[in-house]
């Protein structure tokens, strides 16, 4: 699978998921959407695309995986440094993903 960018690995991840759901392989179908994940997190942050990273980090939550979709958000909170529109939109990932943690969390009594 050569790509130069993010964009076509977030894709191909996207579609392995999809396929995944389709058939009935969630397993795995997951497991390799899952390392094209992570391939494009990479790309991602060499590109210091903080889109893309923040992408990434869509695809792992999709995955139930919030502990790498939080640490994505870390990455992409470096990235975006002081640019104000970058900083909201980690800002917005980060208030979905904590909604998102939160309703995967158990409540507490």
């Known amino acids: 699978m050569r790509t130069t960018g993010w964009e076509g690995l977030v894709e191909v991840a996207g579609t392995y998921g ?26 991602a942050r060499q590109q210091a695309s903080v ?7 869509e695809g792992f ?27 909201a939109d980690v800002r917005a990932f980060a208030a979905r993903l904590s909604d998102a943690s939160g309703a995967a969390s158990p409540a507490r009594p």
């Open 18 to 43: 999809h396929i995944g759901e389709v058939t009935g392989l969630n397993q795995s179908f997951e497991t390799k959407a899952r390392e094209v994940y992570g391939r494009a997190l990479v790309r």
């Open 51 to 57: 889109e893309g990273v923040l992408r990434a980090a």
């Open 61 to 87: 939550l999709i995955l139930g995986d919030v502990a790498t979709a939080t640490q994505c958000v870390r990455v992409a909170d470096r990235l975006a440094g002081r640019d104000p529109e970058a900083r």
